[in-house]
């Protein structure tokens, strides 16, 4: 797709300059070591390949989830969202998980999706708080505004975190959104976000070397987990 | 008295079963146990179905009436049987006794629960209905916070320690890994349940001091087994018998502060006495048991009241590997409640099943228990307050 470069100065939101988010190591409870990296536009293709078969998997909302992470990658690939940015975890390479979020002001964050695509592992409970420690700790925010589209989000974040609801409708859809503060955060942070930095170079250097994406029906049948028949 | 024999068994996947009804299930679980048998056209005489939430979590009753009819049983007698947790024990003791009595002859029995079609609240809220009405319930206590106050109080008295929770929760998750039936088929390790700082997040507090790997998944599930006398069995079907060879069951306070000594599992110690009693054997004899390991607490406090080990010996034991496969005494080898999953009215059926698989030697030998001739279930109904045990025997 050929690119007008003058109209795409009208066409793009102006980007604000982001801190980077600097890798981490977490011990997973199999003993497997997820790092958790931040991504750039360039690798979208690959994330949206994994982030494709759930938009047909009806159940806990990964439908939902996957078509609006689909919407919201897609756009930061082609500069028609403001500020966002896309924190993966891998496990030898292989992704088994995404988070991405946006700056909507200097001082607020706004919260959009955490995808884990393999579960049991409380993977997607890190990413979010990996996301979360992005906002506040990088990029020096002073809250979060957040909101779930399952239960199971409903649970991790406003439960597990204590956050405060508001009335402030959350750009995913309009529900009020519930808020991360600075304070929130740290008192939560000794029992919810861990990690190690920096990553040895060799665990690094493989993460970084391919964003290895595991094949539909691996992906499906990590996400739906149906046994039987 | 005839001696009751189970001539056929089947288990489907537990897990999360979003595609299949509650009735779905236990079709399925019993077709397989009537594969099993090669019954031919001999009649069922009578079903006995062990469900504890139809009615709350699928606005269902009438479900033994309904499996009866799904499997062209018609007209063998149909009973639902409800004694929470402890339901597939029950409905198999009912089938034993009209066995037993000569009432019946040939009698399938079928458990099974549909605990995912609701959150993981709804199903703890719906579990805590049996929990005192007045006492206990409008409080908020659930069957977590029971387990953690237990554990709590097992380890100031009994020398409980973390280390050795962690022991069966790894044990248990290492055995369902290898049961193709088991709910979690996911290894831990202790670096990251435990040792590594990590874990805070990895195995969280769910109800102090029990963390998440302490506890079984909320699953859907069926189980079955068909019995006959024993001195039918030859006749019936060319599988090798199983005896039922002695149960036990007993019942305690329904509040657990009521009670003299809340770690005393009293009905687990006196079903588990009646048990080995009419089997006229003795905990010695048992060459592997399926525990109610709904906490990892309990299989420990359980290996100890059945007679296992001495009060406050079981989680040195478990430490020590003696209830691992291959160990003095293997607790749990199908992965228990915490892997193979705990849909409740299911699981009193699926240890005796695992028990009949192990007694008839037919694991693959990862998970046999080599030589096996006798086997212990213990089905933990409520928080201890009624509790059943079977000693099973491979027929001679």
Redesign the interface.
Known sequence: MAIDMELEAVLRPPEAPQAPYPAKVITLANGKRMVVREVTRADVPKLLRVVHPTLFIDKDYYNVVGARLYSELLAWQYYRVQNEFCLVGQIDGILVGMVNSRMYTAETGMSLHTLAIDRGLRIGAHLFAAKMEHHIEFLGQKEVLIVAESPIGFRRWMTEYGLEPTTIPHELGGAPAYRLTRQLYFDSKPRLVVGDRPVPDELLAVAEQELIAADESMIREKIAGLKGR | MRDVAIIGVGM?????????SLIDMLA?ASMKALDDAHLGDKAVDAVYVANMGGGILQHQTGIASALVDRLSLLPAAADLVENGPASGASAIKNGVQAIASGYSDVVLVAGGEKMREV???RATDFVATLTHPESEYPYGITLPGMAGMFTRLYMEQHGLTAEALVAVAIKNQEMGALNPYA??E????K???FD?????????LVADPLRL?DACPVSDGAAAVLMCPLEMARELTEKQPVVVAGFGQATDTHTLQERDDPTDLKAVRLAAQQAFDRAKLKPSDVDVAELHDAFTVLEIAESEHVGFFGKGEGSKAALAGLTRFGGKIPINVSGGLKARGHPVGATGVAQVVEITWQLRHELPKERQVKNAKVGLTVNFGGFGNNVLAFVLRRAS
């Open positions: 489907i996947p537990f897990g999360r079963r979003d595609q299949d399925y959150t993981g609240w709910h979690v996911m290894m831990i390790t670096e990251g349940i590594s700082p990590h874990s805070v997040v990895n195995n969280p790997y």
